[in-house]
């Protein structure tokens, strides 16, 4: 069963687990479950992805409940008024806040087909960090004989694909468990010391105009499972935001 945050009878929005694609893809034939099948099921009817979120990631995924929702919130999220907030992992220690502004290339979805003749021009892409925590942990590297890590607060301003991921390798602080844009001998020295072998990315929080009556509605998805161990793990637990913890609040 899928944890719902929030639901009425124009959307629903899930707390996605850590490995579950959203859809079906052409690269990913051979699975059987899918964040929009499941919800389908559980709730009985028609469900439409407001936007992605990568199958390794976890948190917060809006779906439309009917087509006119749907059209409403797929301009919301191109339009840049979805406010959303990220927590992960990285390795080293980035300073304390700052910004990644720097254009990224589109990448189309697995199954898209794309014009060789269009020109890829990189897009403004921009994100916000802000260090939660930091720890030194004794596992050698290329260099040193410890390794150090960083638990960042993460907000994008633009959405591009895997924004997140790419802007973090960009400044050489890629996210832990990354298996396209990190070190996969560093990714399984973390998951052997630690074991956590998901991606260390989470959408805590997310803001956006209620489809229907324009609303703010403001949805929390904590962490939970190996993540959040992790930071118990890590001496963490403490690290969090308030705007972080459990409550969710929905106003719409």
């Not at 707390?15 to 559980?42: C, N, S, W, Y």
């Not at 929702?69 to 700052?98: I, M, N």
Request: neutral net charge.
């Amino acid at each position: 069963m899928l944890n719902i945050l929030y639901r009425d009878e124009h959307l629903a929005v899930i707390d996605k687990p850590a490995g579950l694609l959203v859809h079906r893809t052409i690269l990913d034939r051979h699975e059987t479950q899918f964040a929009v099948q499941m919800l389908r099921d559980q709730i009985g009817q028609t469900v439409h992805p407001a936007h992605r979120l990568d199958r390794g990631t976890s948190g917060i995924l809006v779906f439309a409940l009917n087509r006119e929702a749907a059209r409403t919130l797929s301009d919301a999220f191109a339009g840049q008024q979805v406010g959303k907030t990220y927590l992960a992992v990285v390795r080293g220690w980035p300073e304390e806040q700052g910004s990644i502004d720097h254009p990224l290339k589109r990448q189309p979805d697995d199954a898209e087909w794309v014009d060789p003749r269009a020109e890829n021009l990189p897009q403004a892409a921009l994100t916000h960090w802000r260090r939660l925590a930091t720890v030194e942990l004794p596992l050698a590297n290329d260099r040193h004989p410890t390794s150090r890590y960083a638990l960042l607060e993460l907000t994008p301003e633009t959405g591009r694909r895997h924004q997140i991921r790419r802007h973090l390798k960009h400044i050489a602080h890629p996210i832990i468990g990354d298996a396209t844009y990190g070190k996969g001998a560093h990714n399984r020295a973390f998951a052997a010391h630690t074991g956590c072998a998901r991606l260390l990315l989470h959408c805590a929080a997310m803001s956006f105009p209620h489809p229907v009556s324009g609303q703010p509605l403001h949805i929390a998805a904590p962490l939970s499972g190996v993540f959040a161990t992790l930071l118990t793990t890590l001496g963490w637990q403490d690290a969090l935001l308030p705007e972080h913890s459990p409550q969710n609040i929905a106003d719409a």
